[in-house]
Nanobody, 122 residues
Framework: VQLQASGGGLVQAGGSLRLSCAAS????????MGWFRQAPGKEREFVAG???????IYGDSVKDRLTISRDNAKNTVYLQMNSLKPEDTAVYYC?????????????????WGQGTQVTVSS
């Protein structure tokens, strides 16, 4: 299984980025997909998740600014991030878990991507 995250970069506060995560080696449509982030010195934080059914769930610190979506035909999950803030600066990881998972818990995820750096300048 491989999860390849991309789309990170440097952006000014108030700007937008769209992260992508391309999956291979698994039956993508049967997995819940999640995005987590980790800032230096902080624990990994749940950002957003989307169930195999298409239901999306968001972390409290990012809801209303982020949108997660998936394209099962392309085996890809996306994270559209708007109105970015300096506190959104972190490495963002995509992950895949079996369909019966809770989506929010990092411990339940079976596969992880390598991460993509998002830096928001003030």
């Amino acid at each position: 299984v491989q999860l390849q995250a991309s789309g990170g970069g440097l952006v000014q506060a108030g700007g937008s980025l769209r992260l992508s995560c391309a999956a291979s080696g698994l039956t993508f449509s049967s997995y819940n997909m999640g995005w987590f982030r980790q800032a230096p010195g902080k624990e990994r934080e749940f950002v957003a998740g989307i169930r195999w059914s298409g239901t999306s769930i968001y972390g409290d610190s990012v809801k209303d600014r982020l949108t997660i979506s998936r394209d099962n035909a392309k085996n890809t999950v996306y994270l559209q991030m708007n109105s970015l803030k300096p506190e959104d600066t972190a490495v963002y990881y995509c992950a895949a878990e079996r369909s019966w998972g809770s989506v929010r818990s990092a411990y339940e995820y079976d596969h992880w991507g390598q991460g993509t750096q998002v830096t928001v300048s003030s």
